[in-house]
Each structure stands twice: as C-alpha cells, then as structure tokens.
C-alpha cells in the first residue's frame, strides 16, 4: 500500500481544514517545498498536494508552487479546481503524475471519462468525497458545502469501461479529526470494485488505521494531520506497511 502524505494548499500555505471547513483552518507553514523535501527526505515517494485556493476559485490557483513541488522529484497526484483540459495538460506538463478530478467527475462523468481516454488511467485520479445521508454515501460538491441525490454507487457506475484505475474516497464526517478511516467503506470498495485502485482518505490517526486499511484492501492511504501532529512519522508508516 502506498503512503500519501498530504499538503493542503490555501494562499501559498500549509494547512488542514477540519472536515472541509474554510473557517476551520490550521497552519503549518508558508514554505510547501520545504515540507514536501522533509517528506521525502524521511522516505515518502509520493505525495499528495490539494489546491484548496483553486477549489474554491479557479482564477486563483497556485500552479507555481505546485511546479516547485514536483522538483522535488516526490511522484505528485494534486488537484482542486480542475475544469478543463489546459487545467489537466498545465498540471502534467509541471510534472505532476496524477490529476485529480473532483467535483467535475460526479457533475460531468461523460468529459471525465473523455480526459481518461485522452491521458490515460495512470494519469486521473477521481476524488470522491461522500457524506452518509439516509444509509447511502452521497457525494459532495462545491469544497463540501453541497450535497448531491447522486449515490457513490451511481457514480462509479457512470465509469464502467473508461479505463478508470485511481480513486480515492473520502468520508468527510472523518476528515481531520482523527476519528480513525471508514474502514467499512473501502472493504467494500475494494470488494465490489477491485479493478480500481482506492485510496483511503479522511480520518487517519495511527499506525494501526493504516494496518487496517491495508488490509480492507485499499491500494494506498492519504496521512494529513497526524503527519503533521506527530501521531507517527513517515518512517514509522512505511516499515509498518512493509510489515503488515
């Protein structure tokens, strides 16, 4: 299973919004490379980078500090605000290894499967982010703040043959309070979906939640905050992982 740390992006810094709330931000530093290079330094290959500034406005995306993260030579999967094809040719031509689409995958499946036949499976990664409503996970739209009638189900349904490879889902009742992964979630995902690789997201307190999401079968699990908190460190991850 591969480690992803995260580095959530907001006015060039680092930051961890608490379940996706723009008014429940902590900072961790106006230096991103700086972080990424200590991540990698530690051993980490990839990394996972959310430009929350281009989510919320398109107009504002930090594309400069993304580039200087792929300098690194970390393998980067980022996204957040990516709309068009330039968004996804701009990202890759910086370096990046894998897009992620977001709200445009749950909105608009027919141009995202389009980009899939254009760049390759190895290159898009879907970001679904899902809050449990009525017994269902509903994807949520807009930096959390819209809910759709969409289920999680219908839209990995709309990609059935596009050569989808990558996705993470993430619920948010978990994201950055260290509730521990819906393990449940991704034993099914990984059951009934195996020719996707998922990455686990949201909620990752400790060593023992990356053991368990190994073994629900997901392919990779993204750490932010207890990364960031000192709940383990990246080496610490990585021989559990080889051990597991």
């Known amino acids: 299973m591969i480690l992803y740390p995260a580095i959530d992006l907001l006015d060039g810094r680092v930051v961890r919004l608490h379940k996706g709330e723009f ?3 902590t ?11 200590q991540f990698g330094e530690a051993g980490a290959t990839w990394i996972h980078v959310v430009d929350l500034s281009g989510a919320r406005d398109g107009a504002r995306r930090q594309g400069e500090i993304i ?4 300098e690194t030579g970390l393998r980067v999967q980022t996204g957040g605000g990516v709309r068009s094809p330039e968004d996804v040719e701009d990202l890759l031509a910086a370096g990046v290894e894998r897009v992620i689409v977001g709200s445009l995958a749950v909105t608009d499946p027919g141009r995202v499967r389009d980009w899939l036949q254009r760049y390759g499976g190895a290159h898009i990664t879907l ?13 949520a739209l807009k930096g959390w ?8 189900e ?5 990609y059935e043959g596009s050569g989808l490879a990558h996705a993470l889902v993430t619920d948010i009742g978990r994201d950055g309070d260290l509730s ?4 449940a979630l991704y034993e099914r995902l990984a059951r009934d979906y195996p020719g996707i690789a998922w990455q686990a997201s949201g909620g990752v307190a400790s060593l ?7 073994a629900a079968g997901a392919a990779g699990a993204i750490s932010g905050k207890a990364l960031y908190e000192n709940r383990f460190t990246i080496a610490e991850a990585l021989a559990c992982l080889r051990d597991a």
């Open 208 to 214: 023992n939640d990356l053991r368990a999401a190994r």
């Open 27 to 37: 900072d961790y530093g106006g230096d991103p490379r700086a972080v990424a290079e």
């Open 180 to 183: 521990g992964p819906n393990i």
């Open 154 to 158: 219908d839209v990995i349904a709309a």
């Open 67 to 70: 580039r200087a993260i792929c």
């Open 23 to 25: 008014d429940a931000v």
């Open 145 to 152: 703040t819209d809910t759709t009638d969409t289920t999680l």
């Open 127 to 139: 970001a679904l982010d899902v809050r449990r409503i009525g017994g269902q996970y509903r994807p």
